[in-house]
């Protein structure tokens, strides 16, 4: 069985650019979420997606943005970058959309803008 | 709104030592609650998790109690290892928001030989 993966496993880029963020989900998985985790805190919720909808948004401003593809893969993608957009971000799927089912999270991706 | 409220760290403890992290929370409904752990370098691996009220999830020596008179889920172990020290994250989900989950500021834990 296949684990979440992310790519790429770090980015640099600069103030105002954009960047697109991939994962792979783990096999049978139908939801996948992203979080942001900057340094020294618990990762927030970004936004979810469910059969390629999405299914729940945090409190993240529209250029956050997000697909999710009939095999489940999902890409988040960020517009127009700001130096707080720095972070770890974290991709996780799961198995349905209950509060019940445990997500599992790929390793991240650190993307550093300068 | 749903929240978590975890242990400040950093925590040092001796090998063999044991351990508490404290985790409160606040949610509508019945949520169901996480331990994950963070090991350096590494993504988020699920812990323990507990579904419902007087829930105690276990795995690997560690063990939290879904406690709802008290609004909390404190994980423990018995006797800490060197291998042990990562950060912790308490997190919940909650009924009323599907899968989000909603995670603590983490628990830095270093165990000395």
């Known amino acids: 069985e296949t684990g979440v993966t992310q790519s790429p496993t770090h980015l640099i880029k600069t103030r105002g650019q954009q960047v697109t963020l991939r994962c792979s989900s783990q096999?049978?998985?139908?939801?996948v979420s992203w979080y942001q985790q900057a340094l020294g805190q618990g990762p927030q919720f970004i936004f979810q997606?469910?059969?390629?909808?999405?299914?729940g948004r945090g409190n993240f401003p529209p250029r956050f943005s997000g697909l999710q593809f009939p095999n489940y893969s999902s890409e988040l993608n960020v517009n127009a970058l700001e130096l707080d957009d720095s972070a770890l971000y974290l991709c996780?799927?799961?198995?349905?959309?209950?509060?019940?089912?445990?997500?599992?999270f790929g390793p991240g991706t650190r993307l550093t803008v300068t | 709104g749903d929240s978590v409220t975890q242990m400040e760290g950093p925590v040092t403890l001796s090998e063999e030592a044991f351990l508490t992290i404290n985790c409160t929370y606040t949610?509508?409904?019945?949520?169901?609650l996480f331990w994950y752990v963070q090991y350096p370098g590494e993504g988020l691996q699920l812990l323990l998790k507990?579904?419902?009220?007087?829930d105690k999830g276990s795995n690997k020596g560690f063990e939290a109690t879904y406690r709802k008179e008290t609004t909390s889920f404190h994980l423990e172990k018995g006797s800490v290892q060197v291998s042990d020290s990562a950060v912790y994250f308490c997190?919940?989900?909650?009924?009323?928001?599907?899968?989000?989950?909603?995670f603590g500021t983490g628990t830095s834990l270093t165990v000395i030989p």
């Open positions: 997190a919940l989900s909650g009924t009323n928001t599907g899968n989000q989950f909603y």
């Open positions: 949610a509508t409904g019945y949520p169901s």
């Open positions: 507990a579904t419902k009220a007087d």
């Open positions: 096999s049978g998985h139908n939801t």
């Open positions: 996780a799927s799961s198995s349905g959309t209950g509060s019940y089912y445990e997500q599992y």
């Open positions: 997606y469910y059969r390629e909808e999405e299914n």
